[in-house]
């Protein structure tokens, strides 16, 4: 794929952004500023279940007071569905794709017939090494970090 570099970020809509998600948000965004590219976010509130009604306009609001503002407005992946009908519609009539009505529990409990496990978000697997993140510990000091990003004017500093 060739063109400008297009950096995203993701969020879920499902309350405040925390701490490791701003660093996630920070690094899509160096990212794309080292690249001379774009960075921009999309919303994904796919998962109406778990979204929390105004959290995408908070988490916009915490972005901008990092100094992190979308290059283009943001998009929400429920308004996108339109664009991926007609190639979903395709893949259905080749065979090559195929409804699925099983809940996550469903899933879970054939993985567990099966002597596995659902692979979990919190964990980084690097080989060997399981590297999990403590979500109580980004929670605790994720106002702090806003704080002390707003207090030096929504700008990050770092040396290389």
Not at 2 to 13: D, H, I, L, M, V
Not at 17 to 24: D, K, P
Not at 56 to 71: E, K, N
């Amino acid at each position: 794929m060739s063109g400008p570099y297009r950096g995203r970020f993701a969020p879920s809509p499902t309350g405040p952004l925390h701490a490791g998600s701003l660093v996630a948000a920070l690094a899509s965004w160096l990212d794309a500023r080292a690249h001379q590219g774009q960075w921009l976010v999309r919303l994904e509130d796919t998962d109406r279940e778990r979204c929390v009604t105004g959290a995408d306009q908070l988490i916009l609001g915490q972005l901008a007071d990092c100094g992190l503002v979308s290059d283009e407005a943001p998009v929400w992946q429920s308004e996108r569905s339109p664009l991926y009908q007609l190639p979903l519609d395709a893949l259905v009539q080749r065979g090559l794709a195929y409804p699925c009505g099983c809940s996550r529990k469903d899933i879970e409990l054939v993985l567990a017939s099966q002597g596995k496990e659902r692979p979990r978000h919190s964990e980084l697997r690097l080989g060997k090494v399981v590297v999990s993140a403590n979500k109580a510990l980004l929670c605790e000091h994720g106002p702090e970090i806003f704080q002390a990003v707003r207090k030096h004017g929504g700008q990050f500093l770092f040396e290389a």
